[in-house]
């Protein structure tokens, strides 16, 4: 008798986003420093760079936790009253990038004047670092091209193993001996690539109500429905 299939429900993942929750190696140690410097800053802007699903919203997170932070998106910086942030404020500024409006460039200037004013603290998150970034107000340019800048770099063995059994755990998967070490070396290089592997592997064990076992990874990979 075949194993009966669940369906497995669209529910959104919850991960743990404390700072007890992210993993420190060589690829992130310096934005790690950065985000514990605060509030000793150069200046009122730090820009978080770095790869997609590479931990930049988690280190958010915990500078948010950390600050009281209210969060914002490159899309909401057009519709933003700048006026509105008074005094010692923080502030974090999701996705940040080129292309914004010219309504965003000019309220985006405007903000980080208030910052620098009133000693607020932005901090943003982007795939590439500002100096690449076409922007059309020069004074604009030049306060981002002088902001300090946080990469994270791309992951080392050890670091795509311990993020491939965080992941597990956050989604309280049980795993069998030998899964994570069969598993990393087959996979893509990227933070990005481990994510959609293990919720694929999530999916599968929901669906057929099986045990992650290294046979099971091994079909989730030959399928190739997490690409």
Known sequence: MS???QLPLDLPQRAALGMEDFLVADCNRAAVAWIDRWPEWPGPLLVLVGPEGCGKTHLAHVWQARTGAATVTAGDLAGL??????????LVIEDLGPGLSAQAERNL????????????SLLATAYEAPSVWRVAIPDLASRLGA????AIGPPDDALLAALVVKLLADRQL???????????PRIERSFASVRRVV????EAALAENRNVTVAFVRRVLETGGYE
């Open 109 to 120: 200037l405007h903000l980080y004047n208030v910052a620098r004013e009133g000693h607020g």
């Open 174 to 184: 049980k795993v069998a001996t030998g899964v994570v070490s069969y598993l990393v």
């Open 81 to 90: 009253d700048p006026g509105a942030f008074e005094g010692p404020f923080a």
């Open 199 to 202: 919720a694929a592997i999530d």
């Open 3 to 5: 194993r009966p299939r």
């Open 147 to 150: 902001a300090p800048v946080a």
